[in-house]
């Protein structure tokens, strides 16, 4: 009988789906593995591939203990196809077919909205590593250099997740959009990344933080939704691509988190009271407070931009179908159809924000972005706690959901970050305060000069409370290869 | 949905359509203002468009061919990232009256068949560039150009999604253009229309849904350097363009609209209209310079727009009016000599442009859903192009002999050479053709009286009217007519006139009137579609189409 928990390594592929007896889509997937390792060596500047990286592989789905680590180099490192335990007699559990049992197969009517689900999802995860491909070159040290490359090769791993599904249940149509994933390339004139935050390089490590922190949390909310899809095979997929998505967060909100203690630390050493005395700040080195919310306010804007439009029919038809549910949906008290239920939502009334009912099953969406600023707003309170231990009277805080909008009813819109609808004038007054300006970028970018030398860290940033793996503080996380 | 719409517009009004003017090229840019929809409870987002939209569209392209006759291509492109059309709003239809949808795809048709036929008729070619979704009418607007480019970037694709997301048609030529027009294998046409995502890239040219799929980076100046060849390429007569100033029109209290040559009275109580066209005002210019510089106000031209446009208004203002008469007063020989000098010089760019003209008007005609009647009365002038007129409608009365107390001219009919091959019908047949399917000898013979005047006992004899009818049963016959026809039920008489009218051969044109648009219609009327929980019903909600399964 085939071991789910644990991984088989007797194919190319390492895989719990019992891959070695499904010649098909082993055939499959094996002629689309050239095209990724190509995809994989062209990204990343080769001394860090022939690098040797303290990295976590997935052995097994068992939570209790699902990963091992050790030293491998990149393009050696086994990403494989794994999905957590197929649960036992599991139900629909929403939607028009709520109650029914779990589909094992594509069910026909629904095969496109499946497919353009699992289309727009693969697209972002080869996305990221796209846009993060230079920050080796400026990490602040090897700990968080590692912790860079276990994002990309988890990253690398949840593409190969959607291909499997492509591959394995979405015969020829699915191949040639498999293909396409490798295709499309952030930023590319030729052929773009699917939705805009992702065709923006992440130009520095605080960038890298926060996009870890906010939009890989979308990635996260939408994975949650998925993992709660009728079709089972896609929440299986899902549901252990999230446990691996627990350690990019951890990687955003302890990266911000390092950052602010550090520019804390530095204040108090100099006696600086004001965190608005930026340029005083900035001499020693540090990321002043008030840049660190700028960069917040951007990348949680970009982030609520993922979620789509307020009112979406596509999110209501993928709902409704049960092909993708909402956070938490088992927990959530209600008849999982939402009939007749509503649910409240931004809209513009003139030039006023305002808050309307809509029939909940269209605003799906919105939903679960109010789902996510309530998951996201965790962290910015831990950051606040910790200004405020250091005795700094600052207050990190997630602006208002009308600003920086280029998707929905506020797209477009002048509205300053507390959800004040201003004039143009005065928009384009505050919006050096409020969002980063290029001397700010030039600033962070003077900044990021690689620290390679194990147990050390740059002047910008505090080093982690503990080790990965627990390893002591000067573990040398990669062993550089500097040929 | 009861406000009047008016067909009529300017640049100066559009709200989603720019264009710039580049030497012998056009770029013609949607851009549909989201909150610019006709009537309220939709928005128009990602360049969906409603009556409204269309309307500014049928004025573009009527304005590139009188205004801009400098242009020889014309490139049909998106406003707004990401998304080139999605195609008619679904709110918009899912809320309008079946009346008002059939009316919309009847006038979007008509405009779609307007700028494909530029290129044949004037040589002004409409190609599409597309980049980013170009799904249903989206598609269709690019199927009604003749060159379809569209870009390599893994993400914009070509689409009818209609049957599988919205249980109706892509009933603006879609279906039909994919088969008659770009020749689509039968089984990949099947395939691309059930399937809501369409297709890109290559399969795309492959299986001839576009002309060329070109990679993005070199997207907009390959499409630059093909308008610029097909432009060189072309042979089109060009000039300096004339302007069309709004219409000289008075609408009446009671409907009733008066303008420069053409009357329309309202009979509400006896759902009637009637419709007078006047014969010139004015002699006809001496040279094709004295016709430009009238510009928009020679006879032919301001008598087409103003007809176009009451026809237009009728369709869809008036729609309790069942029955349309159309009359004429005026001097016969006058429109000939009108007509003559237009057929003339045809092949100057504004003669050409303005009997081309005619042959939408008439054709605008030939596919009105009302009953239509001529009235040949003594002082008429069906003469020539309104000729045309008695051989579109479904029935033509003409008085015989001297009336008591009547001192116009005897009624007569005057054919004109025009009237054998330079307005063809959708059927790609003449009217007279259509007329005399079984007898084509009886066209000769109408052939050698070209240039005469055709009173009534000759006029029957020549088939040339259904009727004619002297002092005593004029009045009381026509009476009668009218008052049965307005006893028939109304949608029976629309399908039984609709297939009166086109005898004959099938062309691609007729197939999207008649057999896309009658199964569009039938499916409109359909439960499955939009009853309750149909389809298009439902489509926002959430909740899927609630269809019976019983084939019918």
């Known amino acids: 009988m085939m071991d789910l928990m644990n991984v088989s390594y007797d194919t190319q592929i390492p895989n719990n789906v019992g891959l070695s007896s499904d010649k098909r889509v082993l055939k499959a997937l094996e002629k689309w593995h050239p095209g990724y390792i190509n995809w994989w060596n062209d990204l990343i500047p080769d001394n860090f591939q022939q690098s040797l990286v303290y990295l976590r592989t997935a052995v097994s789905v068992d939570p209790k203990g699902w990963a091992k680590f050790d030293y491998v180099k990149m393009p050696e490192y086994r990403w494989g196809v794994l999905l957590a335990p197929q649960g036992e007699d599991r139900k629909i559990p929403c939607g028009e077919h709520m109650g029914q049992p779990a589909w094992q197969e594509v069910p026909g009517e629904y095969r496109n909205m499946l497919k353009r689900l699992i289309i727009i999802q693969g697209d972002t995860e080869p996305a990221s590593v796209e846009q993060q491909r230079f920050l080796g070159l400026t990490a602040p040290s090897l700990y968080d250099m590692r912790n860079l490359f276990q994002v990309n090769v988890e990253e690398g791993r949840h593409l190969w997740a959607m291909v499997y599904l492509l591959h394995k249940y979405f015969g020829k149509d699915g191949r040639g959009e498999a293909d396409d994933l490798l295709r499309r390339s952030s930023g590319s004139e030729e052929a773009p990344r699917m939705l805009g935050a992702f065709n923006e390089e992440t130009p520095d490590w605080l960038s890298f933080f926060m996009f870890t922190y906010f939009t890989d949390r979308d990635g996260k909310m939408q994975l949650e939704s998925l993992a709660q899809s009728g079709f089972d095979p896609l929440s299986r997929t899902c549901r252990f691509m999230l446990t691996e998505e627990a350690h990019h967060m951890f990687v955003g909100e302890t990266g911000v988190g390092r950052t602010i203690e550090r520019t804390c630390q530095v204040m108090n050493e100099h006696g600086i009271e004001d965190p608005y005395e930026i340029d005083k700040i900035r001499s020693y080195g540090v990321i002043d407070l008030p840049t660190i919310q700028k960069k917040l306010n951007l990348h949680y804007t970009l982030s609520l931009d993922l979620f789509g439009q307020e009112v979406s029919t596509n999110a209501a038809n993928a709902f409704n179908a049960g092909i993708k549910g909402r956070y938490m949906e088992h927990r959530i008290d209600d008849d999982h159809q939402l009939t007749n239920d509503t649910y409240v939502v931004w809209d513009l009334e003139g030039d006023e924000a305002v808050r309307k009912d809509v029939p909940a099953l269209t605003a799906i969406n919105m939903r679960l972005r109010d789902d996510y600023t309530q998951d996201a707003s965790g962290g910015v309170g831990r950051w606040n706690k910790a200004i405020e231990k250091a005795g700094i009277n600052f207050q990190l805080k997630l602006p208002h959901e009308s600003f920086n909008r280029k998707i929905g009813v506020f797209a477009g819109k002048p509205f300053d970050p507390d959800g004040k609808r201003i004039s143009v004038d005065e928009y384009a007054k505050g919006e050096p305060n409020w969002l980063p300006t290029p001397a700010d970028g030039d600033y962070i970018q003077s900044l990021m000069k690689p620290v390679y030398e194990p147990g050390k860290f740059a002047g910008w940033i505090a080093p982690p409370k503990v080790g990965i793996d627990n390893k002591p503080g000067d573990f040398e996380y990669v062993k550089l290869h500097m040929a | ?552």
């Open chain 2, 1 to 552: 949905m009861s406000k009047t719409i008016d067909f009529q517009t300017d640049p100066s009004k559009y709200r989603h359509w720019r264009v710039a003017y580049d030497g012998d090229v056009a770029n013609l840019y949607m851009d549909v203002d989201q909150d610019g929809g006709l009537f309220d409870g939709y928005q128009l987002k990602l360049n969906s468009y409603d009556l409204g939209v269309d309307i500014e569209l049928a004025d573009v392209v009527q304005r590139m061919r009188f205004e801009h006759p400098e242009i020889k291509v014309v490139v049909m492109r998106s406003g707004k990232e990401n998304v080139f059309c999605a195609g008619a709003n679904i709110r918009m239809l899912g809320g309008a009256s079946h009346a008002h949808k059939v009316n919309f795809c009847k006038f979007t048709n008509e405009t779609r068949n307007t700028f494909e036929a530029a290129e044949e008729d004037s040589g002004q070619k409409y190609i599409c560039a597309v980049k980013g979704a170009c799904a249903g009418g989206g598609y269709e607007l690019a199927l009604a150009c003749n060159y379809i480019m569209l870009t390599d970037d893994s993400t914009s694709a070509v689409a009818l999604p209609e049957v599988p997301l919205l249980a109706v048609l892509p009933g603006t030529g879609g279906l039909t253009r994919v088969t008659d027009k770009r020749k689509v294998r039968r089984d990949r046409a099947d395939i691309f229309c059930s399937i809501e995502e369409g297709v890109k890239g290559q399969r795309a040219q492959d299986w001839d849904l576009v002309d060329e799929v070109i990679p993005n980076s070199k997207f907009d100046e390959t499409v630059d350097e093909r308008a610029r060849e097909f432009a060189s390429a072309s042979q089109k007569a060009t000039g300096n363009g004339i302007k069309l100033d709004p219409l000289d029109r008075k609408i009446g209290d009671d409907g009733s609209i008066v303008y420069s040559l053409v009357e329309v009275d309202l009979d509400r109580a006896a759902h009637k209209v009637t419709i007078t066209l006047k014969g010139p005002d004015s002699e006809a210019p001496a040279t094709i310079e004295d016709l430009e510089a009238l510009g928009d106000q020679s006879y032919l031209l301001r008598l087409a727009r103003e007809l176009d446009d009451a026809i237009l208004h009728l369709r869809s203002n008036e729609k309790e009016l069942g029955l349309v008469v159309f009359r004429t007063q005026g001097d016969g020989s006058a429109v000939l000599a009108h007509e003559k000098q237009l057929s003339e010089n045809a092949d100057h760019w504004l003669a050409k442009e303005i009997l081309a003209y005619w042959k939408r008007v008439l054709k605008r005609i030939d596919v009105t859903s009302r009953s239509l009647v001529a009235l040949v009365e003594h002082g008429s002038c069906f003469a020539g192009v309104l000729a045309e007129i008695l051989w579109a409608v479904d029935r033509s009365y003409m008085m015989d002999g001297e009336f008591e107390g009547d001192n116009r001219p005897m009624a007569a009919i005057q054919p004109s050479a025009a009237n054998f091959g330079r307005f063809p019908m959708g059927n790609d047949l003449t009217r007279l053709e259509t007329r005399f399917l079984g007898a084509p000898e009886a066209i000769e013979t109408i052939k050698a009286k070209t240039g005469t005047s055709i009173e009534a006992e000759d006029a029957d004899k020549l088939g040339l009217v259904t009727v004619i009818l002297d002092d005593i049963d004029w009045e009381d016959e026509i009476r009668i007519f009218m008052e049965e026809r307005a006893s028939f039920s109304p949608d029976a008489m629309t399908g039984m006139e609709a297939n009166l009218r086109f005898a004959g051969p099938e062309t691609m044109e007729t197939r999207i009137f008649g057999r896309l648009t009658a199964w569009q219609n039938w499916i409109f009327n359909r439960p499955n579609a939009t009853g309750e929980d149909g389809a298009l019903q439902r489509y926002g909600t959430g909740i899927r189409g609630n269809y019976n399964i019983e084939r019918v």
